[in-house]
């Protein structure tokens, strides 16, 4: 098998992974890994995908064809070596399927950290995750309305946060339903209905009113 031959068949075949691993990362936004980490991420979730399709096949032949249940099958990744072996496409179709449900499940324990949360509640880890704590923090349910002060330009706003960049870039915000006031004096100076803020990290520092938080007794328990 030449070599283009070879790797047009790794590409149809690493197809889950590949759609797997791209919804997640536009849903998770930029990282700085490594290329290698990439090649691991989409390698996991081809594996994982095609894992999932397999067993969801023996369950439904075994349940509603058992005539076929007990049919040889060929490994759906031999045809990676063997140029013998045709590729699947119902293989391949199913399990890029399966990759986007995968893709859409890994972003959202991305957002709300569900397997740290898990971790901390057993007294695992007392560690956020990977994360950029400003990502951590917008993603708290709490995050809404928030007290920003801009100390560059001794002003505060008080709205609500509707997009916030990513960890990697400057800071970013876009605000809806702002009132702006003078940070030292705290007079009122105009409202607004959105507002876009770009600054450094030192130069802002955002606020939660304290009836947002909610006085969680059981944080402070665990304190």
């Not at 709490?142 to 801009?150: A, E, L, Q, S």
């Not at 004096?185 to 600054?199: D, I, P």
Request: net charge neutral; proline share 2%.
């Amino acid at each position: 098998m030449s070599f283009s031959a070879f790797a047009i068949r790794v590409v149809f075949l690493a197809l889950p992974g590949i759609v797997g691993s791209k919804i997640y990362k536009k849903m998770r936004g930029p990282t700085s890994r490594r290329r290698w980490e990439d090649f691991v991420e989409v390698l996991l979730f081809a594996l994982m995908s095609y894992a999932i399709w397999l067993v969801g096949v023996w369950f439904w032949e075994a349940l509603f064809a058992a005539d076929a249940a007990g049919a040889d099958r060929k490994g759906v990744l031999d045809a990676f070596l063997d140029e013998k072996i045709p590729l699947d496409w119902g293989a391949i179709i199913g399990a890029t399927a399966v990759s986007m449900i995968l893709g859409l499940a890994s972003a959202y324990n991305h957002t709300y950290s569900l397997l740290m949360r898990l971790a901390q509640r057993i007294r695992a880890t007392k560690r956020t995750g990977d994360e950029d704590i400003w990502e951590v923090f917008h993603n708290s349910p709490v995050t809404t309305w928030c007290v920003v002060r801009d100390h560059r330009h001794n002003l505060m706003y008080f709205g609500f946060v509707r997009y916030y960049s990513d960890s990697e870039k400057r800071r970013e915000l876009v605000l809806e339903n702002v009132t702006v006031y003078t940070n030292d004096s705290g007079q009122e100076l105009y409202t607004t209905g959105a507002m876009y803020l770009s600054r450094e990290s030192q130069d802002m520092t955002i606020e939660l009113p304290k009836a947002l938080l909610g006085q969680d007794k059981n944080a402070q328990t665990n304190k």
